[in-house]
């Protein structure tokens, strides 16, 4: 229960809690509302950041979801051209996170990181399908088990301003494994081949948990 209440946190919002305490103890010098809202403040900014445990399925027939938030494309496209895959279809899931969802992000399968690429761009609402091809983005092509390529795509949102990377390129991955987060309001995609959807436009998925498709 009390995990709960008071989730882990993820590293990167130590530094944001104290600045939102900081704030909140000034405001109260000036008035007592001020001080209410500098708290909620601090408890918004605290249960962003959460970091919550997941449970995992760990099965290879499935792949979960990298990403909290709301479904928002189901679709056949073409690979990312970042990566030299624009002639090639895969299957692709769009999940948009809004601010009250937690970001930290989880890879959809196991296997290995063959490729990481950061490509720098502008702050469009994540929603948007321009977005995914102008924001500030960030690349994982991973390898399972089959050989298959899974593609996640960490993107910036309108008031996101950095995308967090905590994996390497070769390294493996367990499924449902942390790979890394974004900070206040963004989008992840997760391109794939050899599954089936079993998701719809719409539905609210969670991280590690949901199963976006299966074989």
């Not at 509302?33 to 500098?38: E, I, Q, S």
């Not at 605290?46 to 027939?61: A, G, H, L, Q, T």
């Amino acid at each position: 229960m009390f995990s709960k209440i008071f989730p882990k946190l993820h590293s990167e919002g130590y530094k944001f809690v104290v600045i939102a305490i900081i704030l909140t103890i000034i405001l109260y010098n000036f008035s007592g509302f001020l001080g209410a809202l500098g708290l909620a403040i601090s408890v918004w900014v605290y249960y962003f950041f959460r970091d919550p445990d997941r449970v995992i399925i760990e099965d290879d027939n499935y792949l979960v979801s990298p990403a909290d938030g709301e479904v928002i494309k189901v679709e056949e496209v073409d690979g990312p051209k970042e990566l030299n895959l624009e002639n090639k279809k895969f299957n692709k899931i769009s999940i948009f996170m809004n601010v009250f969802d937690c970001h930290v992000n989880r890879t959809p399968c196991a296997g290995s990181v063959e490729e990481i690429l950061y490509k720098p761009g502008k702050f469009f609402n994540a929603s948007l399908d321009k977005a995914s091809e102008d924001n500030e983005r960030n690349y994982y092509r991973i390898k399972d088990i089959n050989e298959n390529q899974i593609v996640v795509v960490q993107i910036a949102g309108l008031i996101a301003r950095r995308i967090v990377c905590e994996t390497n390129k070769n390294q493996e991955l367990k499924q449902g494994e942390r790979i890394g987060m974004i900070r206040f309001g963004s989008r992840v995609d997760i391109y794939y081949e050899n599954f089936k959807p079993l998701v719809k436009i719409g539905q609210k998925a969670i991280s590690g948990e949901t199963l976006l498709a299966k074989k």
